[in-house]
């Protein structure tokens, strides 16, 4: 905690520019890693998870980009803004160019596993050759030295007859089997932070265990960082170190995974968890989250989630709430965007209660302001 | 199994076909109205007994069957029949002919394949800019546009107007300088490549129209694909992406296009040999229709078909070379 984190995202902003409007993709998110730690990034579909890691590769498609935050990986600025002199913001000058993100950033220090692994590799060239190719782009390496490389890897990630498998297209390996051949992509670029992008949730339960099981197991090895994108609560107890959620662009809560669990900040995570299958609750048991996440394109007032959340009340809608520190646990913060607890002092207590209504087409009580 | 069996083993499944169209054919020249021995006598009046009696030496009294047999037991030993209106063997007539056509047919697929490839990817890569919609008017008019008129125009003005390059025949490549004249081989291949540019244009606007789009299209989707984003977020340069990772997926069916379209330039010839007054199969072809010429008709038909068979089995073989999700016909 003490040392410089490997990578910190400060009030990073990506946005994208559609004919119908701008969609606040990722909305000022902040959070931090750490050598060797496993950042789990959490939420619904549509909450901005994988744009924002997309972000900080500086990967985002037209018609998306970066307009605000700070992005610092070992003490270099992949992106920033500064006010210019006549109050234009501008890209700061210490900013890599789009030159050293590709050649230095992207595969040699940062990596990234895709949430298909069927569409993630090339049809049409050898599985192996896609792997030498990152390699040697990447690295220091020899034609030669890479395809042994390459080798080595596709044996340390469980695959059989390495040897011959290096020289077989990407349809002659199975789901399970491609996304071992991804993540020994990403780990033979020797990257210090790998970026997994869902890459269990087009698996099969078993073969997902299998996957986590193996990142487990070669993350301790190689001591690489890793920021988990996923949506599934479970995934996240087995593998993560520390737990950004998302919801509608934001964080709305950030903990350590334990402290997540079991000592919950946010009704929204709260919701998460009571909606996660478990084998001791029947499917009656289980509490479906209410409604559907809005649209980014239109958030609405106050706590972006106060339309679906149970403990809403009237200062809900006015009071957007940022991430504060509410406890602390491990030497790390434990972050919530609720007003619901003491630090935001706006009145959370006294205010009326929001009468639920499963449109919420009715006027609610005390709450015209909007605003 | 490896590539050449599998070469193989394709030549061999197209034998049918190829015995599917003789049997068409030879059965349409049959039916066509026009009685090939009033055509040998060239309107000469003649007894009953005449007729049969050339009937018999031709073996035209036997059944349509037996004479079909007798057709292809010729064809197989390469005996393709006797024109009567030129008096000469078909095989030689054609074997004459063929080399104008294919030289055409090929030098237009250079040039569509040349132009539309790069055209392509350069209209994928400034999707919905002034270059795209140029280059979206440039094939809508290329696709719309007779070839025959194309040529007519390029003549008026290349040929007529600007009297920049000839407007008829070709300069075969295979016929040596001095036949023609010509001050060593680099005044031959010049000459060549002059009388072959208009036509080879004419024909291969069609063609380049076509593959345009689709390399737009094909690129355009190789671009979006998973396997291009994870190749930008390991840091390979756009330009690799693009001549590499992007490339190769999408030109599969620009492969299948060139190979069903063989036919559609084929064709095409005809008309472009006469624009050009070039000396090749497909006006050879259409002097066998009008003068019913049924040998010459059976026998070019039989090379085209030929030709377009080949074609495909070519264009299949490429796919199984590129794409390596084709499997040679193994059943798995």
């Known amino acids: 905690m003490s040392s410089e984190p490997l990578l910190r995202v400060e009030n990073l902003k990506t946005q994208f520019f559609t004919n119908a409007g701008t969609v606040r993709a990722v909305d000022g998110i902040s959070f931090e890693v750490h050598e060797g730690e496993i950042v789990g990034l959490v939420g619904e579909s549509g909450a901005g998870k994988s744009v924002a890691s997309m972000s900080l590769l500086r990967l985002v498609e037209h018609p998306g980009e970066i307009v605000a935050g700070e992005i610092t990986y070992k003490g270099e600025t992949l992106f920033g803004l500064e006010e210019g002199p006549d109050g234009e913001l501008r890209e700061r000058e210490d900013m890599l160019s789009n030159k050293a993100v590709r050649d230095r950033i992207r595969g040699n220090e940062i990596a990234v596993i895709f949430q298909d692994p069927m569409e993630s590799l090339n049809p049409v060239f050898t599985v192996g050759g896609q792997i030498r190719e990152f390699i040697e782009l990447n690295r220091d390496l020899s034609g030669k030295e890479a395809k042994q490389e390459a080798i080595d890897m596709l044996r340390e990630v469980g695959i059989p007859d390495p040897e011959e498998r ?37 698996l099969d339960v078993t073969v997902e265990g299998q996957i986590i099981d193996l990142v487990d197991d070669l993350q301790e090895k190689y001591g690489t960082s890793f920021v988990w994108v996923t949506h599934d609560m479970g995934v996240v107890a087995e593998i993560c170190d520390r737990v950004n959620v998302m919801y509608l662009g934001e964080i709305i809560e950030q903990a350590p995974v334990d402290e997540l669990f079991y000592d919950t900040k946010h009704p929204y995570t709260q919701a998460l968890l009571k909606s996660m299958p478990r084998p001791d609750r029947t499917v009656e048991e289980l509490e479906p989250i209410e409604g559907v996440m809005p649209e980014a394109i239109s958030p ?37 965007a609720c007003v619901k607890h003491d630090v935001f002092d706006v009145g959370y207590d006294e205010s009326p209660p929001l009468e639920k209504e499963p449109q919420l087409t009715a006027s609610t009580p005390g709450g015209e302001d909007g605003e | 199994m490896g590539l050449l069996r599998y070469t193989t083993y394709r030549l061999v499944q197209a034998i049918p076909v190829l015995i599917g169209v003789s049997i068409l054919t030879f059965a349409l020249a049959n039916l066509t109205p026009g009685d090939p021995v009033r055509l040998m006598l060239q309107g000469q009046e003649a ?30 030993q390469g005996d393709m029949g006797h024109s009567f209106h030129r008096n000469a063997s078909v095989a030689e007539l054609i074997t004459n002919r063929i080399g104008p056509t294919l030289l055409l047919v090929l030098s237009a697929y250079v040039f569509a394949l040349a132009t ?46 600007l009297g920049w390059l000839p407007s008829s025949d070709l300069v075969y490549p295979w016929w040596s300088p001095e036949t023609y004249g010509h001050d060593g081989y680099g005044e031959h291949f010049y000459q060549v490549i002059r009388h072959l540019l208009l036509p080879m244009i004419a024909l291969g606007t069609l063609q380049m129209a076509t593959l345009m789009r689709v390399e737009r299209t094909q690129m355009i989707e190789s671009l979006q694909g998973e396997y291009v984003k994870l190749a930008r977020a390991y840091g390979v340069p756009e330009r690799t992406i693009m001549r590499k990772h992007a490339f190769q997926v999408a030109q599969l069916p620009i492969i299948t296009i060139v190979g069903l379209n063989l036919s559609t330039a084929l064709g095409g010839s005809v008309l472009i040999e006469f624009v050009f007054d070039i000396n090749g199969l497909g006006r050879l072809f259409y002097e066998a229709i009008i003068q019913l010429d049924y040998q010459l008709i059976m026998g070019i038909t039989m090379i085209i078909a030929t030709m377009f068979v080949i074609g495909v089995v070519i264009t299949d073989i490429a796919y199984a070379y590129i794409d390596p999700r084709v499997t040679y016909g193994e059943s798995e």
């Open chain 2, 116 to 161: 539309s490839i790069p055209l392509g990817i350069i209209a994928a890569k400034r999707r919905n800019d002034p270059f795209d919609h140029v280059s979206r008017i440039v094939a809508l008019f290329g696709v719309s546009t007779p070839s025959f008129w194309i040529g007519i125009m390029l003549i008026l003005i290349f040929a007529v107007q």
């Open chain 2, 47 to 76: 007894d009953q007994e005449t007729i049969e009696r050339i009937e018999a030496q031709y073996g035209l009294d036997q059944p349509i069957h037996e004479r079909y047999l007798t057709y292809m037991g010729g064809l197989v």
């Open chain 1, 300 to 336: 609405p007032s106050g706590c972006r989630f106060h339309p679906r959340c149970p403990d809403a009340r009237e200062v809900c809608q006015r009071v957007h709430p940022e991430p504060k520190e509410v406890d602390r646990a491990d030497g790390y913060p434990h972050n919530a």
């Open chain 1, 166 to 202: 290096y020289e077989e297209y990407p349809h002659q390996f199975s789901g399970g089997m491609r996304q071992r051949v991804l993540i020994a992509m990403a780990l033979a670029c020797e990257p210090s932070l790998i970026i997994a992008d869902e890459p269990t949730t087009a």
